[in-house]
């Protein structure tokens, strides 16, 4: 379960799959008037929610994270409650931040920082992300999104060595937001980009480096003959498309960010994550067992469980190509 805190970002990413829950930059600049945070008490909603569940990480996101004016307080508040934290972040951060995150009593923390091939990205950002993977060290892993066809990144590489980052990097899938516009792979070009994974995949295991797999990717994206290497390249390849629950700062619930519009509800609506996510499943069945493409009615990867048939964002926006109208509305809010 992720809680995102606050929805304001310092970077317009091309893919950005939360872009109808953002505050995005204008000018340039993070749009800090128009933004929202959450409050004190509304995390403090979370952490008992948390605690009912079980769980014991606590993970935070934006939007950029850091760009909480109580961000500190809140990390700090985290882990006098007892959870591991993790943030996920773009590393962007200002000098207060850096120098939190190397004081003692933040050791436990790690983290998950988003990183874009430098064609995209600003010199300034670059410089102050690199500052701060210089302070997190081996508490981070890298991730990167993967939204046009010619993506190389073998960079990120060279970045977990420069800064002896965790020697893996996580590897999204860009999906279409239901409701908005974003770039994301055309299912033509799923396979080739495939091919091209599987080669930058084996470059940097051969420097010790293993590929992380988020949800989405479909098995067809990859030939036959290249499945060993989602074994020995990845830390395990698995297909899946599941409820991620995302919390807002105003504790509404939805499932994922592609899925932003698609069946909210609220986090007091459920006792715990557990049957929230299960009544997630339920709701979202229907959709999965189609897949988001032609080929997945007769495929027996999907029949058997062994592919998620891609991201139901996709699935979504595929049927609305097609002429299918208000699919998202249709989707009933889950119930406890």
Known sequence: MNIIICDV????????????????????????????????????????????????????????????????????????????????????????????????????????????????????????????????????????????????????GDLIEKFALKKEIRLGLAHPVVGAENAYPADTSLNAMGKRLVTQMRQLERRDILSAFDCGFPLCMFDEADYAALITCTTGFISICEPIIDVGADLSVWPCFPLTKVANTTLDAFPDRSSMVEAYEKTMAPLRQMGSMDECIDCKYMKRGQCCGGCVGRTIRNWEKSGAKNIASRIKAPVS
């Open 9 to 156: 970002c310092n970077r317009s990413c091309p893919y950005c799959f939360a872009s109808l829950k953002m505050s995005l930059p204008k000018n340039g600049e993070p749009d800090n008037d128009n933004g929202h945070y959450i409050s004190m008490e509304n995390f403090r909603r979370c952490l008992e929610f948390l605690k009912r569940s079980g769980e014991k990480k606590l993970k935070l996101l934006g939007g950029e994270p850091t760009a909480h004016p109580e961000f500190i307080k809140l990390v700090s508040t985290g882990l006098a409650e007892g959870f591991h934290v993790s943030v996920f972040s773009n590393g962007i951060w200002s000098s207060a931040v850096r120098s939190f995150f190397k004081e003692e009593k933040t050791a436990s923390v790690d983290f998950l920082i988003n990183v874009n091939e430098r064609s995209i990205q600003k010199e300034r950002e670059t410089v102050l992300q690199e500052k701060s993977l210089a302070v997190v060290g081996r508490r981070a892993r890298l991730s990167f999104n993967i939204y046009n066809d010619d993506f190389d990144l073998l960079f990120a």
